[in-house]
Nanobody
Framework: QVQLVESGGGLVQAGGSLRLSCAAS????????RGWFRQAPGKEREFVAG????????YYADSVRGRFIISRDNAKNTVYLQMNSLKPEDTAVYYC????????????????WGQGTQVTVSS
């Protein structure tokens, strides 16, 4: 059974940092591009960051570029999202996803999804 499991969410004050992790099991995701998306209450789920299977290419939403860093450790089948300088508007459920191909910015390209982890940023 293929599973993506996110961890690392929580409550943090504005200006603080959190590091999310997404561990994959049931399949070697080495050749899969990975992405992070988020959904705030009452809003559509949106792209946050993506990384190619090799880690050589990364992609960011304008709203997080310069504050968030996506990385991966293929030996551990894990992708990370380091979130710095957090803002209240970053509050959302964060989801990781995996894809073999397609537009890394598009939700439709992703084949596997985690259950999500809550990130809450207080002002």
């Amino acid at each position: 059974q293929v599973q993506l499991v996110e961890s690392g969410g929580g409550l943090v004050q504005a200006g603080g940092s959190l590091r999310l992790s997404c561990a994959a099991s049931g399949r070697a995701f080495t050749r899969y591009a990975r992405g992070w998306f988020r959904q705030a209450p009452g809003k559509e789920r949106e792209f946050v960051a993506g990384i190619s299977w090799s880690g050589g290419s990364t992609y960011y939403a304008d709203s997080v570029r310069g504050r968030f860093i996506i990385s991966r450790d293929n030996a551990k089948n894990t992708v990370y999202l380091q979130m710095n300088s957090l803002k209240p508007e970053d509050t959302a459920v964060y989801y990781c996803a995996a894809t073999t191909s397609g537009d890394p910015y598009s939700q439709a390209a992703y084949d596997y999804w985690g259950q999500g982890t809550q990130v809450t940023v207080s002002s």
